[in-house]
């Protein structure tokens, strides 16, 4: 772990990674909720972890524990004595909360929220966001210090989340806001291209001519209809070639006899 | 545990939030994740949860501490003995997983997926989405059993959501696209909703079962290889009930003898 570069820590190779906002726990209580923080922006290619007084002391053996394997956000995690300190290098903050208060900050959902972070980051800014103690959040304080609110659209009737969940929203939300307009689904299945029209019609023939063997066409006269309905349902997936060769394996076994050796 | 009025369990009185998706945890080991998955499910407004073989039993004393104060999620949930029992009377399942797959089904991220979801809600369709198991997810056979695949934009350097951080994730976001409240652009609701699962699953039967009379599956160790492949074929064009009854009778003429007076 190389502690002497701390803005590549974790990021991988995109730089823009390694541009994210700080995520800054004030007084946690418990090293656990700490490394679950810490998974949960490793996830989300966040490094910047700070702890403003962290009630059970750091290190943590709980915390990395906790944290699964990110321990390079556990090793990098830096420890402040105030809010004022570990924000004290960033030029935007935003204070989360659970409940709305009676003040005349902005308040933005996290949509919106990782959509001004990026605006910041974009303008050169380095941003960072607040989470509270797992008892009672913020301090009203500590909110007057931060530029701006989010808050969660969580269900009123029950509004429950602890701050690793939080921190966990806001880091998926952030890298979802960098993907979203492009949305490259990273893991995109190879798309197997539709088989050829021609691959197609021979499936067609081929069953239409078994099914017309066994009588499946009644009355005649509706042939055509069902022949429209069974070519439409088969056309509706936009099978491969490889499947349409195993369709065709599928009529020519269906239409043999059931033999001896073969399952029950 | 109220195995005998499905559609009421656990849902509030708010219609919107209980036409949300089931969240489906297949084999589930610790009951504190269960509780935490609950936990999750209602700050986003979503109640309906289901159990296939929890390893550890239900009810669950720790299921229910972890959850906080989601005794109606807890309450609510139902067991199942498999994950075809579990989304039979559903229309669309999404399957979590949080590798790429060898698979030909298709691959969305949270965002465009809650759209889907909440298109299929909005036609009257019931919609679920598969969690894996702590150690390793979803078989490749349950994951055949989905329509179509949901993954994270996680760092690929550092993927590791348990499957409470997932559920909450989906939960989220699930909750985010109403907030947005725009609709996907490309396309409309289907014509033909889908077929149910159960009806599905029965077509399956019926043709692997005349497939596996007539030695289609050969060599018999690539028997599972193949009737994933077939079922993923079968499931991607969404076929619809008419359609799915359509190829029943295909299936039952094909295996028939051909008679005189039949065509030729």
Not at 197 to 207: A, Q, S, W
Not at 225 to 254: N, Y
């Amino acid at each position: 772990m190389d502690r002497t570069s701390p803005s590549d820590a974790g990021a991988g190779d995109d730089t823009l990674l390694a541009l994210g906002p700080a995520i800054v726990l004030v007084e946690p209580q418990l090293g656990e909720n700490i490394g679950m923080v810490a998974r949960a922006m490793a996830n989300f290619g966040l490094s910047d972890l700070r702890l403003v007084k962290p009630r059970d002391g750091w290190p943590s053996e709980k915390a990395r524990a906790a944290a699964s394997r990110a321990d390079h956000v556990i090793d990098g995690a830096r420890l402040f004595e105030s809010v004022e300190e570990a924000v004290s290098d960033l030029t935007y903050v935003l204070a989360t909360t659970a409940r709305s208060r009676d003040s005349f900050k902005r308040v933005r959902g996290p949509e919106e929220a990782t959509d001004e972070l990026r605006l910041r980051m974009g303008a050169g800014q380095k941003s960072g966001i607040l989470f509270g103690r797992e008892r009672f959040g913020l301090s009203n304080a500590e909110v007057g210090l931060a530029d701006e609110i989010v808050t969660f659209p969580v269900d009123p009737s029950f509004a429950s989340l602890n701050i690793a969940q939080a921190v966990l929203l806001m880091s998926y939300q952030w890298m979802a806001s960098s993907a979203r307009g492009r949305l490259p689904p990273r893991f995109s299945a190879p798309e197997a291209p539709p088989a050829s029209k021609d691959d197609l019609y021979r499936l067609f023939e081929h069953l239409e001519e078994e099914l017309g063997r066994r009588g499946f066409f009644r009355p005649p006269e509706r042939r055509e209809v069902i022949v429209e309905d069974l070519r439409a349902l088969l056309t509706k997936a936009g099978f491969s070639e490889p499947e349409v060769r195993m369709l065709r394996g599928v009529i020519r076994s269906l239409t043999r006899k059931p033999a001896d050796g073969d399952e029950k």
